[in-house]
């Protein structure tokens, strides 16, 4: 029964929330309709779903940095046991992915310049 009753502390306001923004803000902005309580708690839901706000979701580690984190350690260890030959090497290589596209964006860039 707690339980019911927080969630409704929670979602109540927040729908009223989505509804006022969503109202006041969008409706004289780009036109379109007013949205009702329900409408705005099926938009709050759809985001989090989308946007991976639920704990333990698809998204939850995610974006609280968890994966991200594991990830930066990793290539931190690795990092650090790299001779400064394979760090040079590891650092021409991803020079040589990404530097591709800073090229074609600068080329781009150029070329619509010389028009």
């Not at 989505?18 to 004289?28: D, E, F, Q, S, T």
């Not at 007013?34 to 991976?52: H, P």
Request: charged letters at 20%; one cysteine or more.
């Amino acid at each position: 029964m707690m339980i019911f009753l927080f969630i409704l502390a929670v979602l109540v306001p927040l729908g009223f929330i989505v509804m006022a923004l969503w109202n006041n803000i969008l409706v004289p902005v780009l036109h379109i309709s007013i949205i009702n309580f329900w409408q705005a708690l099926g938009i709050f839901l759809l985001c989090k779903l989308l946007f991976g706000g639920f704990p333990g979701g698809w998204r939850g580690r995610h974006s609280r940095g968890g994966e991200h984190g594991w990830w930066r350690k990793e290539m931190y260890k690795k990092w650090e046991t790299m001779t400064p030959e394979e760090r040079q090497q590891f650092q021409q290589n991803w020079k040589s992915r990404c530097g591709k596209w800073k090229t074609d964006v600068e080329e781009t860039k150029n070329t619509a310049g010389a028009e």
